[in-house]
């Protein structure tokens, strides 16, 4: 576990700890660091960052640390943390307003291939109002493939994701559990007009 | 009697099998489930990842649509789908703008008025009351499953009542009990699976998908079994590339709760779609003489 140390930002800490704690609905202050969080995260040993830590990043006002911290991105939402919390943060609901706040900033998430995923999901349920699980795949490899040139990368890991999903696909296929038709529900505008009424 | 039902986008695609065994092994327990109309997606996981206003107007169209149904009660098998109904119900409960703001989109609007109800709500109900114990014509006895709950069955990122133990939820032991079959006792029962991670952080997720299997095997469980259809393609369709990788060579075959109640109760296995499985599932059943 690396041991690294956080500085407080006197001049955002009070700002970025009451914007999240808002739009979280989550009382980050009551947190004592007791860790029983940092014991019960399945992703705790692969991002270096525990829930208790990224509260106190946010806490200590350091925006860059927190909203480009793999938790952020790694966090499944297993809401395992804010159940064992003697404090009931809910530090999964924090890495999901996260999420977002590093998606209204229109910068380049740390984990690109995260956020497309679940943008991609929604996107494909604002088509047909039910998500066409192909589509969505479509969708979503694109969006990956897209970052990966833009990045300067290679293929091969493109191409190896696509390998990967057609093994799946092959296998589903075998055993009939792919689907192909569209299932475009009726109330379709009623979905779109949501999704309009969500961007303001 | 007759009750709203809400399958969600899985049981309408790569679960489909676990649709049809809902209605038809709730068909057997006198329960007729009736698909509300024209129903959406409910965001699952991804919506609230995104944007709060949707994770919250998906699910929430669908209560309107369930309020309007004429039905006091609507079951929802799906894990995610019914976390995330029950989430956005609550909400809605007690923010009347958020709700008038939903409902000025919608036509059949939410009144707050139906009592939802997970798949274990259900079963477990009709456990107690001896209905399922009433109609099982073959006793699974042999089988050995390791119950596995995941996460959403009994976490939620806000209050909400569990009627289950949380850490230990015995819901599922309780149905395997009346089937004859004996569920071991292990301690991977509400562990993450990583979910989505199968695709978009696919090593983490296998680690954990791994964890899961090896504490299945230990204690002796010969197949594992589950309520939540993200829960059963993870565990079943990725169960290969996880034991490869960390060297365990045991499969278990995942089966949804309906298979086994079905099996139990007489259905024909070609009915339930026990072929459907990428961990083959019958060979084990076979072998102990149930098939």
């Known amino acids: 576990m690396s041991s690294q140390t956080l500085n407080i930002e006197i001049k955002t800490a009070g700002s970025l700890a009451d914007e999240v704690a808002a739009r979280s609905g989550q009382n980050l202050n009551a947190c004592y660091q007791c860790r029983r969080c940092a014991a019960g995260c399945p992703v705790g040993e692969d991002t270096g960052v525990t829930p208790d830590r990224l509260i106190r990043m946010v806490l200590l006002g350091d925006r860059e640390e927190a909203l480009n911290n793999l938790l952020v991105w790694k966090c499944v939402a297993c809401y395992t943390c804010g159940t064992r919390c003697p404090n009931n943060i809910h530090t999964a609901r924090i890495t999901e307003t996260l999420k977002q706040m590093v998606k209204e900033q229109h910068t380049e998430p740390m984990n690109a291939k995260i956020a497309n995923f679940h943008s991609a999901f929604l996107t494909s349920t604002s088509h047909f109002g039910r998500v066409n699980e192909m589509e969505f795949m479509g969708i979503y490899d694109m969006k990956t493939a897209v970052n990966e040139i833009k990045k300067g990368g290679g293929f091969k890991s493109i191409i190896d994701d696509l390998k990967d999903q057609m093994q799946l696909a092959k296998a589903m296929n075998k055993l009939k559990r792919m689907h192909f038709g569209i299932d475009k529900i009726k109330g379709l505008s009623e979905i779109k007009r949501l999704f309009a009424k969500a961007k303001k | ?291």
């Open chain 2, 1 to 291: 009697m007759e009750i709203a039902y809400y399958p969600g986008c899985s049981l309408h695609a790569s679960s489909a099998l676990y649709d049809i065994q809902c209605k038809d092994v709730l068909g057997m327990l006198g329960v007729d489930l009736k698909e509300i109309s024209d129903w959406n997606c409910c965001g699952a996981t991804s919506a609230a990842k995104t944007n709060d206003f949707l994770a919250i107007a998906m699910p929430a169209r669908n209560l309107g649509i369930a309020d309007s149904s004429g039905y006091a009660e609507m079951m929802i098998p799906c894990a995610s789908c019914y976390s995330r109904t029950v989430l956005a119900q609550k909400a809605l409960q007690t923010d009347l703008d958020l709700r008038d703001k939903i409902n000025s989109e919608l036509s059949a609007k939410i009144q707050g008025k139906i009592k939802l109800l997970s798949i274990l709500d259900l079963l477990v109900e009709k456990t107690k009351s001896g209905e399922i114990g009433s109609k099982v014509s073959k006793k699974l006895e042999g089988l050995k499953p390791a119950c596995y709950y995941g996460c959403l069955q009994t976490r939620y990122p806000a209050d909400i009542q569990i009627s289950d133990n949380v850490e230990n939820p015995q819901g599922m032991e309780t149905v395997c009990e009346a089937l004859g079959a004996k569920a071991v006792d292990w301690n991977y029962k509400t562990d993450c699976c990583g979910a989505s991670a199968s695709v978009n952080d696919t090593d983490v997720s296998i680690r954990l998908m791994s964890n899961i299997l090896k504490d299945a095997v230990s204690r002796g469980a010969n197949c594992l079994v589950t309520t939540c259809p993200m829960c059963q393609m993870n565990m079943d369709a990725y169960q290969d590339k996880a034991g490869a990788k960390y060297g365990i060579s045991e499969r278990l075959p995942v089966y949804f709760i309906t298979e086994l109640i079905g099996l139990s109760m007489g259905i024909d296995a070609a009915k339930l779609q026990l072929d459907r499985h990428f961990v083959e599932a019958t060979g084990l059943l076979k072998g102990l003489g149930l098939l």
